[in-house]
């Protein structure tokens, strides 16, 4: 689950792209946009390293997605979203590497 959340991350930069994009358009628009992709990234962060996602649902709760919606109104609080959840997935990320049930990738050679 972490490899494939980590492939879903790799589309941060272009998602950040297009919203920047749509910044200098309608504010609506760019919030429709902008609070499903601070959502998703909200729980991508939530599901990383979590053993409970193969015991039942794992959400992000309902005021952190109730601040995504009155805080994403703008570029800089989207950023602010983004980077907030992609701080605490690095150190997720460290200690799951630490931990006892990490397995390194093999090399290909």
């Known amino acids: 689950?972490?490899?494939?959340?980590?492939?879903?991350l790799e589309k941060v930069p272009s998602s950040l792209t297009y919203l920047g994009l749509l910044e200098d358009g309608s504010n609506q628009v760019m919030r429709f946009c902008a609070i499903p992709q601070a959502m998703a990234i909200a729980t991508l962060e939530?599901?990383?390293a979590n053993p409970l996602v193969f015991k039942g649902v794992v959400k992000i709760w309902k005021p952190t997605a109730a601040r995504i919606v009155v805080e994403t109104g703008s570029?800089?609080?989207?950023k602010?979203?983004?980077l907030a959840c992609t701080k605490e997935l690095q150190s997720k990320t460290k200690a799951w590497q630490k931990s006892k049930y990490f397995l390194p990738e093999k090399s290909a050679a």
């Open 80 to 82: 602010a979203w983004f």
């Open 1 to 8: 689950l972490n490899h494939m959340i980590c492939d879903a």
């Open 46 to 48: 939530k599901l990383y």
């Open 75 to 78: 570029m800089a609080g989207i």
